[in-house]
């Protein structure tokens, strides 16, 4: 019996001390698809669909919007597409690219339609955070509950946060956003007439290569 006993918690010892393999959960295909044909098959682990981390990558998409890898950290930069398709045409993606591409916040250089336009939709399916001044919050609420009426979000409501205040004094406002902190230093301001938002990458996220 003692004998016995001593081989059972030998085994539960051994079993113990065994490496516990984890099998992670494969990526999104999708989300590695999009993510290949925004940044690159040379940028994307195809198993995992991040983005390499040792470097910024910035693709233009339409107009005045660009999708941003920094070190690895999605973002997007203004979100309207010219030509928005439902299947690739005369673009080589569609807007729900944007949404597969899995961006963690987006920000918004000001709210005209050519620069704002799929913002609310990819904030609320998505619920990331966006940033621009506190006219194009309010432009961007209503855009959430047009679409949550009509069944194209499931929030009527989107986390959009004010970088400069309403009516402010452009240049009066010197704004710090620490959505990327740890890779890039984001300052925001209002010029005239708009709101933009500057973006500063450390020198050392930078190589001496083509810029995407």
């Keep these: 019996m003692k004998k016995q006993a001593i081989v059972r918690i030998g085994m539960l010892i051994l079993t113990a ?10 990526a999104d295909p999708d989300l590695i698809r999009a993510r290949t044909l925004i940044f690159g098959v040379d940028n994307v682990d195809q198993k995992t669909g991040e983005v390499d981390s040792s470097k910024v990558i910035v693709t233009w998409i339409t107009n005045a919007s660009y999708a941003a890898s920094v070190k690895g950290r999605i973002v997007l930069l ?16 569609v807007i729900e690219d944007l949404l597969s591409l899995r961006p963690e916040a987006i920000f918004l250089g000001h709210g005209h339609f050519d620069h704002a336009d799929n913002a609310a939709w990819l904030a609320g399916n998505l619920g990331i955070p966006i940033y621009a001044s506190a006219e194009t919050c309010a432009a961007m609420q209503v855009d959430a509950q047009q679409l949550f009426a009509a069944g194209h979000s499931p929030v009527s409501q989107v986390d959009c946060r004010d970088v400069t205040s309403a009516g402010s004094t ?4 010197i704004v710090k956003i620490t959505q990327l902190q740890g890779v890039a230093c ?6 005239t007439p708009r709101c933009c938002l500057h973006h500063r990458v450390p020198s050392s996220a930078l190589d001496d290569g083509p810029r995407g």
């Design 170 to 173: 452009p240049g009066s406002e």
């Design 78 to 93: 203004d979100t309207y597409v010219d030509r928005a398709e439902t299947v690739p045409g005369r673009a080589p993606f």
């Design 17 to 26: 001390l065994l490496p516990i393999q984890v099998h992670a959960k494969p």
């Design 186 to 191: 984001i300052t925001a301001f209002r010029p």
